[in-house]
């Protein structure tokens, strides 16, 4: 099966004073209907190997292939384009629009990608929440929702363009026990409908639910599971 | 509705005292606008319609601009000759052949055409003298170039045709002599003749030079005063089209020789004042829109900074640049439009109020100010701020632009 998303000696450093060497020679490989746990200590370099693989970041050495199309070359927008078609991100903090009802917030990026008619995005929006659990609080703005209703909603928000990936950065780091475990479930359920979904997180008892675990030391890949 | 527009209602919703004080700022600079500019055009076009009605469009004189080319000259046309200090002939016979030339102009369509003879008088009463520039007309034809009839106030025009004695004087000087309708004036002309004329018609024009300073008498009886018979020494053309009066002044000039003045050259002084009336006032009243455009720089600003996050999450979601900068300058926009709409209604009352108030100086109580209300000033006014909404949108716009949705991001976890 070819992967859909693969990165090829993979290197960041953040030009400081001092240079940070966040990742050294990362080359991992992710097909699609796949569930992935990366995890490691802090600093390890889990969240900026998600954000270069959701091409929110530039590699300083090596290349990130989006279905099989290296995009290092790339300029901002092609990338801002590719981003919007291909992935669908998770943060820690949900990162809704506040102003916005949680409608809203789940129809922003198909209203961004402009394919659907406004009420095609709503009736897309609304199947989504539905399937979170969350169509009651459609109408409701992100401040009247609990932790983990806002999460339930960004995961609907990053699946509103029916993106291929699904990239999920420390997704229950903000919420109890029960909501983190429903949350990651959502997220092992969307790999078993199709998607590549790619999860950070340092919470042990997660990790140890997912079919392949990558683990990172001081930005290295020190164990991939899946590989044995 | 498109994406960008409505994150930046929805940012000016959550904003709303911050955006109200905003859209006010706009208003009052539009109203202001609109108002005070709307007061000076109706003064200058009362003063222009003034001008251009009581007095001819084109007026020839006597006169030539240049002299002729000397015999020099014509003999030697390649050769360096430089002859100085050449006064232009400037004939006291006057305008030759000019019935000839009225006739010539009169067959034009559109010109109307009057014979005028102007000269100095003096005028005494009780023992002091008062210099007026004097016309000689012929009252009806001179109704035909001038609207002087409209601007009797006492007496009439005519009465100058029926009353060879007669004199037309403008209201400024009448009360500066003391005199009233049907008094007796003695005058006395450079050619030495001295006579008395009673006052048979009273004019006020709103023009201070011309109430104050001109005379008009009947055209036969001032060449004879004057000792002039016969003489004319300047044509009066009214147009049906003024616009055409540089054309037809240039066409008079060039066939008959003589100095024709256009309106607009005869009274190019008060239209020099009026562009620097002008300049002044949209000056400081446009001034007053790119202040408000301060307001808005900082509503857009702070939205910018609060709303970080919400910029970084959009642009890892698949925002292109352009379109955070497309959200912000929708705000100054939307606050631009809300501050045109309250700014023309603003303006409009203003200017209402404003057209309640007596005219200062004026002769006639019920006279109010005169406020031109025009769809070029409402648009211009609409047109500044909105240019101003979008420079003052323009800079916050494109630091949002280039927030780096990572740093962001990071910082937050």
Redesign the interface.
């Known amino acids: 099966m070819t992967d859909i998303l693969k990165v090829e000696h993979l290197g960041r450093v953040l030009p400081l004073a001092v240079p940070v060497t966040l990742l050294t020679d990362v080359s991992l490989a992710f097909q699609p209907a796949s569930f992935t746990v990366i995890t490691g200590p802090s600093g390890s370099g889990k969240?900026s190997l998600l954000?270069l693989l959701?091409l929110?970041?530039v590699p300083t050495t090596g290349e990130v292939f989006v279905d099989g199309t290296p995009t290092s070359a790339l300029d901002?927008?092609a990338r801002?384009?590719l981003?919007?078609?291909v992935f669908g991100?998770v943060?820690?903090?949900h990162?809704l629009?506040?102003?916005?009802t949680v409608l809203?917030n789940v129809m922003?990026?198909m209203?961004?990608?402009g394919r659907l008619t406004r009420p095609q995005m709503k009736n897309r929006a609304m199947e989504l929440l539905a399937q979170l659990d969350m169509a009651d609080q459609a109408n409701k703005r992100p401040d009247a929702l609990s932790g983990g209703q806002r999460q339930r909603t960004a995961v609907a928000?990053a699946l509103a363009n029916d993106p291929p990936v699904v990239l999920a950065?420390?997704p229950t780091?903000a919420l109890d026990t029960k909501n983190a475990a429903a949350v990651f479930a959502i997220l092992a359920g969307l790999a078993q409908q199709g998607r590549t979904v790619i999860a950070v997180t340092h919470d042990e008892g997660l990790a140890g639910t997912s079919p392949r675990r990558v683990h990172l030391v001081d930005g290295r890949v020190v164990r991939d599971a899946a590989l044995g | 509705m498109t994406?960008p527009f409505?994150?930046a209602l929805?940012?000016l919703?959550?904003r709303r005292r911050q955006t109200m004080v905003s859209v006010l700022g706009v208003a009052l600079g539009v109203g202001v606008f609109i108002a005070v500019t709307g007061l000076m055009a109706g003064f200058q076009s009362f003063f222009r319609a003034q001008m251009i009605e009581s007095n001819p469009h084109v007026t020839i004189t006597d006169e030539v601009r240049t002299p002729a080319p000397q015999p020099l000259a014509i003999l030697h046309p390649e050769a360096a000759v430089v002859v100085s200090r050449i006064v232009p002939r400037d004939p006291v016979r006057g305008i030759a052949n000019a019935g000839e030339i009225m006739a010539a102009l009169a067959a034009m369509p559109g010109v109307a055409v009057a014979p005028t003879l102007r000269g100095q008088m003096l005028m005494r009463r009780a023992g002091r003298d008062y210099a007026v520039s004097t016309i000689g007309i012929d009252p009806a034809r001179e109704m035909r170039v001038t609207t002087l009839q409209k601007d009797i106030k006492q007496g009439s025009l005519e009465a100058l045709g029926a009353r060879p004695d007669g004199v037309v004087i403008g209201q400024a000087l009448a009360r500066k002599m003391g005199v009233a309708l049907g008094d007796t004036v003695a005058v006395s002309t450079v050619a030495g003749g001295e006579s008395a004329l009673r006052v048979v018609g009273i004019f006020r024009t709103g023009l201070e030079q011309q109430d104050l300073g001109q005379v008009y008498v009947a055209l036969n009886r001032l060449q004879s005063m004057q000792a002039r018979p016969r003489v004319v020494n300047e044509i009066h053309i009214r147009l049906a089209d003024i616009s055409k009066s540089r054309e037809i002044a240039a066409l008079a000039e060039g066939r008959w020789g003589y100095k024709a003045a256009p309106w607009e050259e005869t009274f190019a002084r008060i239209l020099e004042v009026f562009v620097l009336q002008n300049t002044i006032i949209y000056g400081s009243t446009g001034s007053i829109l790119l202040v408000a455009g301060f307001g808005i720089f900082n509503i857009i600003s702070t939205v910018v900074s609060e709303k970080a996050?919400?910029i970084?999450?959009?642009?890892?979601?698949?925002?292109?640049?352009g379109?955070v900068v497309a959200t912000f300058i929708a705000e100054g926009i939307a606050v631009g439009v809300m501050g045109v709409l309250a700014g023309w209604l603003v303006g409009f009352v203003g200017a209402s109020i404003m057209e309640t108030f007596p005219a200062p100086g004026a002769e006639d109580p019920t006279q109010r100010l005169m406020v031109r209300q025009t769809v070029f000033t409402y648009g211009l006014a609409a047109g500044i701020a909105l240019l101003s909404s979008v420079g003052a949108a323009w800079i916050p716009a494109r630091k949002a632009a280039r927030t780096d949705?990572?740093e962001i991001?990071?910082g937050?976890?």
């Open positions: 969240s954000y959701g929110l970041d901002d927008a801002t384009r981003r919007l078609a991100f943060f820690q903090f990162f629009l506040p102003e916005f809203d922003l990026p209203r961004q990608l928000r950065d420390e780091g | 994406l409505a994150i929805a940012h919703r959550s996050r919400d970084a999450i959009m642009r890892s979601i698949g925002m292109p640049r379109s949705p990572l991001i990071r937050a976890t």
